[in-house]
């Protein structure tokens, strides 16, 4: 099983449509992120888990599931980084590899040394970018070879009837 660990506010920080959405309304920028993490959740079947620091948010530990995905608010005085940590800590065993979205180069060298692998928040836009890409790509497809009748006709009687249709002979 592969689990990704997010640093939330780190990614919200680095990706500019996020950012540019932080600045009007924080709130917004973590449900699209979350928006975003379920799709790659949904078409890597990745485990996700979105971890935001309490610097924004005061009070107890918050978790909860949205779309599918793991939300973890910390607790007050605990950062993201420690709480992914442990989450590295916790969740690492021989069938689970456990990777790190963070561009927090110190952050980093801490979840090596726990042996899970790093994503730059560079790394993860792209391979979203390429995941959408790709999903566009299969959605397009279905739609050209989605058969228009119920009965399977091969493309040269189905441009037959097309034309009959059309009152074109």
Wanted: overall charge positive; hydrophobic content about 35%.
């Amino acid at each position: 099983m592969d689990i990704l660990l997010v640093d939330g506010y780190n990614i919200i920080g680095a990706w500019p449509e996020l950012r540019s959405l932080k600045k009007t309304n924080l709130s917004h920028a973590r449900d699209r992120l979350i928006e975003k993490m379920a799709e790659y959740q949904g078409y890597t079947g990745y485990r996700v888990i979105v971890v935001f620091d309490a610097l924004y948010v005061k009070g107890k530990e918050k978790k909860y599931k949205q779309h599918k995905v793991e939300v973890i608010f910390t607790k007050e005085n605990e950062s993201a980084d420690e709480r992914i940590e442990k989450l590295a800590i916790q969740l690492n065993n021989r069938t689970t590899q456990i990777h790190v979205a963070t561009s927090d180069y110190t952050e980093q060298w801490a979840i090596f040394g726990q042996g899970a692998l790093r994503i730059s928040a560079r790394e993860l836009l792209n391979e979203m970018n390429m995941i959408n890409h790709n999903i566009e790509k299969d959605v397009r497809e279905t739609h050209e070879y989605k058969p228009v009748s119920r009965i399977p006709l091969s493309k040269d009687v189905a441009e037959i009837f097309e034309k009959l249709r059309r009152g074109q002979q």
